[in-house]
């Protein structure tokens, strides 16, 4: 692991330097892992001290897997990414609404579930252009439920609620823009109908249907729902603490609501690199594993969540990818793909390099570095 002791030495003077209070940090490279390590604690304050092997809340890296499961099905025959959602929940069968912008009005740009804007936007309501499909959720480009957009009509679940008596509630949502038009990132109501239709199609609750499909023949035992305050399990901040989703009890589903260690997720990622394959058996198609990984919405994608908007960023299904790192002004190498999650832990595959990088970081800064660095010693 000599190869990325520079990975170690910046994350501790990052640490040294106040920029961050801790990082964990777990590099594979033609699968074997080249380098673990973890420093400092997971937040000022509770001070968690972190460890390699640190059960994360995966946040938004449960989608990349949420699109995995959905598309196991599809290699079955058993659904399309082209359908509609309403083949599967009629509620999104009823005519869509869309809001458009009043020219002139203020922004509709707020924290998510935080208070509406002041002075509060205007807009106009037309119809939808077509129904949404399930290749629109899973490439955020449905207008459903964009995260920093206002929407007074979008209610998120409460504790005690199943994704089968929610998710019909999504139907009649107000969308954002037009289906396929365009490109934000649907945080939550997205995936949840994603989790919803794979319950519909396979029989089987998603907690269920993922560790017997998914989780078990990957050997990924720390990945799944509910691992909060268990051992080794890092503590959540009270603005999460009670959500049910990152509970995932009665609510389970992959907009945001599994748990997993860096080299457990890393296993998972690995399987997309290698075109489908773990360990020899075949989990997707080398087609399906190409169509998650590679650029499908041209250039609707604004660039890396979390980051200043950039050119040279496109969009597989659940992933970023990096088509242009010069435009894009990332280090990363073309064809890089990934996700993160709450803008603090993310994962990066390298096709070109054979490489995997999983960190948190709660600092973009400190993650470019990390990132330059295996690039660095890796590509």
Known sequence: MAELTEVSSLVEKAIADGRIPGAVVVARSHGEVVHRSAHGVLDSETRYPLRPGTVLWLASLSKVIGAAALLMLADEGRVAAEDPVSAYIPEFGAPGRVRVLRAGSPSPVSAPFGPPPDPLPEFDIVPAERELTLLDLLTHTGGLQSIFVWNPEYVPPVPGQTLAGYVPSLGGLVRDFQPGRGWAYSNGASFDVISRVIEIVSGQN??????????????????????????????????????????????????????????????????????????????????????????????????????????????????????????????????????????????????????????????????????????????
């Open 206 to 379: 998603l907690g269920t249907f993922l560790r017997a499909r998914l989780l078990e023949p990957l050997g990924v035992e720390s990945v799944g729902f509910g691992r909060g305050g268990q051992d080794g399990a890092m503590p959540l901040p009270p603005p999460f603490a009670g959500n049910p989703v990152v509970q995932g009890s009665t609510f389970q589903t992959t907009s945001a609501g599994l748990w997993g260690s860096p080299e457990d997720y890393l296993v998972f990622a690995e399987m997309l690199r290698n075109g489908g394959v773990h360990e020899g058996r075949r989990l997707l198609s080398a087609s399906t594993a190409k169509r998650i990984t590679t650029n499908q919405i041209g250039d609707l994608c604004p660039g890396l969540n979390g980051r200043d908007p950039a050119s040279g960023i496109g969009f597989g299904l659940s992933v970023a990818v990096v088509e242009d790192p010069a435009a894009a002004g990332e280090s990363l190498p073309a064809g890089t793909f990934g996700w993160d999650g709450v803008g603090t832990r993310r994962f990066w595959v390298s096709p070109s390099g054979g490489w995997l990088l999983f960190y948190y970081a709660p600092d973009p800064a400190v993650q470019r570095e990390i990132e330059a660095a295996v690039t660095s010693a890796l590509e």
